[in-house]
Each structure stands twice: as structure tokens, then as C-alpha cells.
């Protein structure tokens, strides 16, 4: 399961009848998986991963490092791009569409700190024309591959692209064909496929 906190805390009866002062957060939750079903993050992979916090233990009050969690959101971004075939809602639900998703969180603000930000289309960069305290920038976008693909091995970071806003309103398949990305059955038949990119 997956999703983000939407509420601040508040206290709560204690669930398990010992009378104790507890809270609780409300959480959104955007992804389920039946694990029943299907293959899921393991505790062990969890552990091999990040063995500084102890995935085996109760965890209320723990709070990840930056660190750690930019490596969880690695692993669940991979598990995602590896997976895609299972989100059809009887293994696996989602409330993401699985379009281009533009990148938040951890894993953004390492991007932005760690790349050079400009458009890989057009070249653009807010920074390099107006400073780096100018309050814009670029984007950074997940192009998923095929929602029926499943045992993807490469790693998913391929395919983030740095697209300016302007870069982004072009048709999706010529974006994808720029960029490197292979086309996809739900974007549909491009009727655009023959016209030149201009290098």
C-alpha cells in the first residue's frame, strides 16, 4: 500500500484497549497491491536496502532519513516501472493514470538538486538565463512504458526526462519519439508518426 498523510494528527481511541493517549493520521491512499497475488516489496529487500531502520518492528513515532527515504522512493518508483501489468484492479488498484507523471517529493527535489535542469528538448533552463534564485524551473516527468508490461529490468530512472512547460504541450507521441520513448498502446495510434524531429 502507498499514499501520502492528509490530515494533521489527532487523538484517537486507543486501538488496542489499553487506554492509552494515541493519534492518528488520515492517509490517501493512491496504491494497493494483493500480495496474495502478486510480487510486492519484501521486508528483506527492504532490509538490504536500508538496514539502518528496523523493518520488522512496530513503527509509530519512526520517522525515515532523508536518506532513506529518497532509497524507498527509488525502490517503489522501480517496483512501479517493473509492474505495470498488475494494475488492472483485480491483483493491484491505483488512482494514478499512468501518463506522463510529472515528479514530486524526494525524488524531485534530488533531481533538481542533482541534474542540470535543462529542457532535453528544447534546451531551455531558468537558471542559466535568470540565476538560480529566479523561483522557476523545469520539470522533471516519468514516461511509464506499456500499462501491460511486467518484469521490466532496467532501471527506471532511464526514463525521467527534463521537459519545460512549453516542451510538454506537444502531442505525446512526438514527445516520445524525441525523447527516446517507445510508443504505448493506451496513447493510442498516432496519426503524426511521419513528421520529421527536428535535431
Not at 38 to 58: N, R, S, V
Request: proline share 3%; glycine share 8%.
Amino acid at each position: 500500500m502507498a499514499g501520502k498523510f492528509d490530515s494533521e494528527p489527532w487523538q484517537g481511541e486507543d486501538w488496542s484497549g489499553k487506554g492509552r493517549e494515541v493519534y492518528y493520521v488520515d492517509l490517501d491512499v493512491d496504491t494497493l497491491v494483493d500480495s496474495d497475488k502478486t510480487a510486492f516489496i519484501t521486508t528483506a529487500q527492504l532490509t538490504e536496502a536500508i538496514p539502518e531502520f528496523d523493518w520488522t518492528g512496530g513503527h509509530s513515532g519512526r520517522v525515515l532519513s532523508p536518506e532513506a527515504s529518497l532509497k524507498l522512493e527509488k525502490m517503489w518508483y522501480q517496483y512501479l516501472y517493473s509492474n505495470q501489468g498488475i494494475f488492472d484492479d483485480k491483483v493491484a488498484y491505483t488512482s494514478a493514470c499512468w501518463n506522463e507523471d510529472m515528479l514530486d517529493g524526494m525524488l524531485e527535489e534530488n533531481l533538481c538538486a542533482t541534474k542540470d535542469n535543462t529542457c532535453e528538448i528544447c534546451g531551455y533552463n531558468y537558471q542559466k538565463l535568470f540565476g538560480d534564485d529566479c523561483g522557476e524551473k523545469n520539470s522533471y516527468w516519468m514516461f511509464w512504458p506499456d500499462n501491460k508490461a511486467t518484469g521490466l529490468t532496467d532501471d527506471f530512472t532511464k526514463h525521467i526526462h527534463c521537459v519545460c512547460g512549453n516542451c510538454n504541450t506537444v502531442d505525446v507521441h512526438i514527445l516520445r519519439k524525441r525523447l527516446g520513448e517507445p510508443e504505448r498502446e493506451q496513447d493510442g495510434l498516432s496519426d503524426k508518426k511521419d513528421l520529421p524531429i527536428v535535431e
